[in-house]
C-alpha cells in the first residue's frame, strides 16, 4: 500500500527555535497533504490543508505565521513550527491524499514526536 | 516492516444492519490500538484499547483487541445513516503511530 513518511520521528528544542517536519508521499504522487496535531485523549485536530503549488488553508484558530507550511513538489510538505514554545509540543502527523486511487485514500505519517523544553 | 491492515476496505449496509471492521497489524514495540472516525475534517477519537480481550463500549459501538491474533473488531450495531464514514484503525508505537488505510462504510437508508 502507499507511503507516507514523516521526518524526524522525534525531535527535542529548545524554546525559541525553529523546527522543520517533513511528510513525504514515497509511492504516489499528493496534490494534497494534511497536518494534524494529537491532543491528549489521543483526538487528532485538523491543523492545515496543504495543496501543492498554492497556499495552505488553515483551520480556525491556527496561527499561520506560527506553523509555516510548504508544498513545494507532489511528494513532499513541509510543517515549520517557528519560534517554539514548550506549549507547542505535541504529536504531529500527516497524511496524503492519493487522488490516483479510485477511492481517494488518505494515507497517514507515522507523527513525529515534538518537544520544545 | 510495521503494518495496519484493515478489512474490507469499503462496505455498504442497509440501517439497521450490524457490521464488523477489523483491523489487523504486525507491528515491533506495540502500545496500544486506537480506533478512529473519520467524517469531514480530523478523525473523531473511538476507542484505545491496550488488554486483549476486554471489550469497550460507547452506544452501539463497540470495540476489542486480541493481541494473540494481533488484531481488533470494530462492531457497530444497528446501524444509522451517520455512521457513514471512514473508520481508522491505527496502533500507537513506543515513538510513533501506524494507520491503516481505513474501511470506508456507506449507510443506506
Known amino acids: 500500500g502507499a507511503v507516507v513518511s514523516q521526518h524526524p520521528s522525534w525531535v527535542i528544542c529548545k524554546s525559541g527555535t525553529s523546527v522543520k517536519i517533513e511528510c513525504r508521499s514515497l509511492d504516489f504522487q499528493a496534490t494534497t497533504m494534511f497536518w494534524y496535531r494529537q491532543f491528549p485523549k489521543q483526538s487528532l485536530m485538523l491543523m492545515a490543508t496543504?495543496?501543492?503549488?498554492?497556499?495552505?488553508?488553515?483551520e480556525q484558530g491556527v496561527e499561520k505565521d506560527k506553523f509555516l507550511i510548504n508544498h513545494a513538489s507532489l511528494t513532499l510538505s513541509t510543517l515549520t513550527v517557528t519560534s517554539a514554545h514548550p506549549e507547542d509540543s505535541s504529536f504531529y502527523i500527516c497524511?496524503?491524499?492519493?487522488?490516483?486511487?479510485?477511492?481517494?485514500?488518505?494515507?497517514f505519517g507515522p507523527g513525529t514526536r515534538l518537544t520544545v523544553l | 516492516e510495521d503494518k495496519v491492515v484493515q478489512s474490507p476496505l469499503s462496505l455498504v449496509v442497509h440501517e439497521g444492519d450490524t457490521v464488523t471492521l477489523n483491523c489487523s497489524y504486525e507491528?515491533?514495540?506495540?502500545?496500544?490500538l486506537l480506533w478512529y472516525k473519520q467524517e469531514k475534517k480530523a478523525p473523531t477519537f473511538l476507542f484505545m484499547l491496550?488488554?486483549?480481550?476486554i471489550e469497550k463500549k460507547s452506544g452501539r459501538l463497540s470495540s476489542i483487541l486480541d493481541k494473540k491474533e494481533l488484531s481488533s473488531i470494530l462492531n457497530i450495531t444497528a446501524t444509522q445513516t451517520g455512521d457513514s464514514a471512514i473508520y481508522l484503525c491505527a496502533v500507537e508505537k513506543n515513538n510513533d503511530m501506524r494507520f491503516g488505510a481505513g474501511t470506508r462504510l456507506t449507510v443506506k437508508p
Open positions: 497524511s496524503a491524499r492519493d487522488y490516483g486511487n479510485r477511492t481517494d485514500t488518505q494515507y
Open positions: 496543504s495543496n501543492e503549488g498554492s497556499k495552505a488553508t488553515y
Open positions: 491496550t488488554s486483549s480481550g
Open positions: 507491528v515491533t514495540n506495540f502500545r496500544s
